[in-house]
């Protein structure tokens, strides 16, 4: 960073959290008082660190984005962001503290994502908090809880979802599934929660749907977190004679599945939610070369000038090959709340919501819009194939390993957008 920014650090012990802000300060103005509070609750410790930390510097970047700009401007003048960490450790108990901790500390925006029970659980806490303290109402950004029942049965006014959900993932990565004529017997695995379960349910469907002469020969669900060896599983898929395998699994549950399916010698295909980071490319290698396919909101080698500008800029950032897995849509609920903050020109709770409805933003060439009947965000998505570095398509690999993701199919926000079934009570 340069001599103009700063990054503030705080230890909380009461609450186990650690809170960090950023904002780039023109040295011509002076640093705004009071700071727009974002809390972060998210895996800072535990199996699923890593992707809390991914969260944690995409989030951070963006924040400095904004911050550098000068900050979010507001009638009695502009504020900066501030992002606040407020470590889950991975479990539901962890998180709810943690939100209390957060609005205690006067935080009235919360970020959150990697875990759909989680976020149905802080979905459920803010909810009453809202209605029992009028005074400290919440904002809930979602960035990755994708199951679908968030933006259908059980949505809220007060929370908003910047990623496709499980159902518009699925769907896209069956558009290139449905086409691959040699596939005839198909292994779904997933973690054994709400996400994991409405990922295999969800394939289960569409494979009938659109590839009714594939066989379904293992439907699995194991664990989340708490598996560290998954050669039984890898053996399962091997003795089924499966030619691909559905997955939805993340962060290290992925990681050693895949890493467990190679080392027993499993040459099929790998259909993954995820399968573009984290370790999954390495763990995978030369193996996974035309047959690991993963959806994304955005992949590094989208080939377009300013989508590659974007991504040097992250790179250049966060240098380090582990820390290679910048996520677009994240950048854009940054600046959705950015938006939306300026045009309720206010910070009050219900005003920021009704903003947050209509916001319409672009970046870098990805474009997206809340949608306000259900609060889902809709954005095009993309269905890439892992290739080794230097080949068509590839000019960017993933976290040093080697290997990228060369982009198959792009699916317009029009054709991902699905029907909800929300029946939203709005304040």
Request: aromatic share 8%; proline share 4%; hydrophobic share 45%.
């Amino acid at each position: 960073m340069s001599s103009s920014s700063f990054i503030c650090r705080r230890r909380a012990l009461k609450f186990a959290a650690a809170t960090l802000c950023a904002a780039a300060v023109p040295a011509a103005h002076a640093q705004p008082a009071s700071p727009i509070r974002l809390a972060l609750v998210e895996s800072m410790s535990g199996p699923f660190a890593n992707t809390g930390e991914a969260v944690f510097r995409n989030l951070l970047w963006a924040v400095e984005r904004v911050n550098a700009r000068g900050g979010v401007k507001l009638p009695g003048g502009a504020r900066f962001l501030q992002l606040d960490r407020y470590d889950s450790k991975g479990q539901n108990e962890e998180a709810l503290s943690a939100l209390r901790a957060a609005i205690d500390d006067g935080a009235r925006i919360v970020l959150q994502g990697n875990s759909s029970a989680t976020a149905a659980a802080l979905v459920d806490a803010i909810e009453k908090n809202n209605e029992r303290d009028a005074s400290r109402r919440v904002l809930f950004l979602n960035y990755s809880a994708v199951d679908p029942v968030l933006t259908n049965e059980r949505c809220s006014f007060w929370h908003f979802r910047f990623d496709a959900h499980a159902d518009m993932r699925a769907t896209a990565l069956m558009d290139v599934m449905k086409n691959d004529a040699a596939l005839k017997r198909a292994y779904l695995i997933g973690q054994d929660y709400s996400f994991g379960q409405s990922v295999l349910r969800e394939s289960k469907r569409q494979l009938a749907a659109l590839r009714p002469d594939v066989e379904i020969v293992g439907e699995e669900l194991h664990p989340m977190g708490r598996v560290k060896d998954f050669a039984p599983y890898a053996s399962k898929i091997l003795a089924s004679g499966a030619q691909a395998v559905v997955t939805g699994n993340w962060g290290n549950d992925l990681t050693l599945l895949v890493k467990a399916a190679r080392e027993a010698g499993f040459n099929g295909s790998f259909y993954t939610f995820y399968g573009n980071a984290l370790g999954a490319p390495a763990a995978i290698g030369d193996a996974g070369i035309g047959r690991v396919v993963a959806v994304a909101d955005w992949l590094p080698n989208v080939q377009t000038r300013e989508s590659e500008s974007f991504y040097r800029a992250f790179r250049e950032r966060f240098p380090k090959p582990a820390d290679d897995y910048v996520h677009m849509r994240m950048q854009l609920l940054v600046e959705s709340l950015a938006q939306a903050l300026e045009r309720a020109g206010s910070t009050d709770t219900v005003a920021v919501a009704r903003a947050l409805e209509k916001a319409e933003v672009s970046l870098a060439g990805q474009s997206g819009r809340m949608r306000a009947a259900d609060h889902q965000f809709q954005q095009s998505l993309v269905v890439g194939v892992m290739d080794r570095q230097g080949n068509p398509g590839v000019k960017f690999d993933v976290e040093g390993s080697g290997y990228g993701f060369r982009v198959v199919r792009t699916i317009p926000a029009e054709r991902a957008e699905m029907p909800t079934s929300c029946k939203m009570q709005r304040p």
